[in-house]
C-alpha cells in the first residue's frame, strides 16, 4: 500500500459535461448560456488528458494531491475499454488520493456496484473516498423509505466486503444528510 501521507493539494478535475439526471439544482445546465465557462455540452477529458495529470501531479516534489473528480457524473465517463474505474486505480497506482462525487445512479444496480467496489479494493494502492449525493428529488430516492438505494448497496458492498480488502474499501459519503456527517 503506498504511503498514507495527507493530501496538502486538492486537484479539481472535471472528466466530463454529461449526466443521466436533470437536478434543478446543478449549474451543469446553464453552462451553455455562459460565454465564459470553458466546460459547455460534449466537454471530455480524454484518457491520455487525464494520464497527463496524474502524470503532472507525480513530478510536483513534497506535495501530497487528492484527485478530487467531478462531473456531470462521472460514472458516465468512458473511452473505448477504459471507464471511471480505470482512471480511479491509476490515480491510486501513482501514489494520489483519489475520491469521486457521483449522484449515485450507477450504484442502483447492486451487482454492477460490487464489481466497481470489489475491482478497486482489489487492485488499489490507496483508499478511495466517495461521496454519494442522496437529494431526496434524484431518481434512485425512495420516499417511502427515505432512503437513496445507491447507498444502500454501497454500504451492503462494504458490509460484504473481506475485513483484508476494506482498508482499500470505498468510505462513502453523505454530504446531503441532515448531519452532512461521514458514514
Do not use: M
Given at each position: 500500500m503506498a504511503s498514507m501521507v495527507?493530501?496538502?493539494?486538492?486537484?479539481?478535475?472535471?472528466?466530463?459535461?454529461?449526466?443521466?439526471?436533470?437536478?434543478?439544482?446543478?449549474?451543469?445546465?446553464?453552462v451553455g448560456d455562459?460565454?465564459?465557462?470553458?466546460?459547455?455540452?460534449?466537454?471530455?477529458?480524454?484518457?491520455?488528458?487525464?494520464?497527463?495529470?496524474?502524470?503532472?501531479?507525480k513530478r510536483i516534489k513534497d506535495e501530497t494531491f487528492a484527485f478530487v473528480i467531478n462531473g456531470g457524473e462521472p460514472t458516465l465517463w468512458e473511452e473505448g475499454n477504459l471507464k471511471l474505474i480505470d482512471v480511479l486505480l491509476a490515480v491510486s497506482k501513482a501514489g494520489i488520493h483519489p475520491?469521486?462525487?457521483?449522484?449515485?445512479?450507477?450504484?442502483?444496480?447492486?451487482?454492477q456496484c460490487y464489481d466497481f467496489f470489489c475491482e478497486y479494493a482489489n487492485k488499489a494502492e490507496i483508499p478511495l473516498m466517495t461521496a454519494v449525493s442522496i437529494d431526496k428529488f434524484l431518481d434512485n430516492y425512495d420516499r417511502r423509505r427515505g432512503r437513496a438505494e445507491s447507498l444502500d448497496n454501497v454500504l451492503k458492498v462494504l458490509d460484504e466486503m473481506p475485513a483484508d480488502?476494506?482498508?482499500?474499501?470505498?468510505?462513502?459519503?453523505?454530504?446531503?444528510?441532515?448531519?452532512g456527517s461521514k458514514l
Open positions: 495527507p493530501p496538502t493539494k486538492i486537484l479539481g478535475v472535471t472528466l466530463l459535461h454529461k449526466c443521466n439526471f436533470h437536478c434543478a439544482h446543478c449549474g451543469y445546465l446553464y455562459s460565454d465564459d465557462h470553458i466546460i459547455r455540452p460534449g466537454y471530455r477529458l480524454t484518457w491520455q488528458q487525464i494520464q497527463t495529470l496524474i502524470s503532472d501531479c475520491s469521486f462525487n457521483t449522484n449515485g445512479s450507477y450504484f442502483v444496480d447492486y451487482s480488502k476494506k482498508s482499500e474499501a470505498p468510505c462513502p459519503c453523505d454530504y446531503n444528510s441532515n448531519k
